[in-house]
């Protein structure tokens, strides 16, 4: 499911193309309004647990897409660390992405590793075998 980036926008009071230091301010300051242990004298509704949940969770997708894009989700440009602009990228830090089907497209992580484990797991076997020969 997809994370509806403008709501959580409109429940921080935030344009989408605030910075992320403003962003996380208003995030703390709205987590602090609906954590429980912030309402002891109060007993906590389903609501506001949903609410908590759901905020914490688009919090995530934010951050993930600020560091994936270096900007807000929804805005028109990139801000630097204290908001006042483009914010300038190091070209080489960028990395071509393979078109799909490319030879020259790495295997995933976790199955690279399998190789690698069973690779120096059959090369111990090997030298096991060959001290229980001599």
């Given at each position: 499911m997809e994370p509806d980036f403008s709501l959580?926008?409109?429940?921080?009071?935030?344009p989408p193309d605030c910075s992320l230091e403003e962003f996380k301010c208003a995030y703390r300051r709205r987590?602090?309004?609906l954590h429980p242990?912030?309402?002891?004298?109060?007993?906590?509704?389903?609501?506001?647990?949903?609410?908590?949940?759901?905020?914490?969770?688009?919090?995530?997708e934010v951050n993930r897409f600020h560091s994936r894009y270096g900007?807000?989700?929804?805005?028109?440009?990139?801000?630097?660390?204290?908001?006042?602009?483009?914010?300038?990228?190091?070209?080489?830090?960028?990395?071509?992405?393979?078109?799909?089907?490319?030879?020259?497209?790495?295997p995933d992580g976790p199955t690279w590793r399998l190789v690698i484990i069973f690779a120096v797991l059959l090369v111990l076997l090997m030298s096991l075998e060959t001290l229980a020969l001599q």
């Open positions: 959580i926008y409109s429940d921080l009071d935030l987590v602090a309004e242990d912030r309402k002891v004298d109060l007993p906590s509704s389903p609501e506001a647990e949903a609410a908590l949940t759901t905020l914490i969770a688009t919090y995530v900007r807000m989700p929804g805005a028109t440009s990139p801000r630097s660390a204290n908001g006042n602009g483009p914010r300038s990228v190091n070209p080489a830090s960028r990395l071509p992405v393979p078109a799909p089907g490319d030879s020259t497209e790495q």
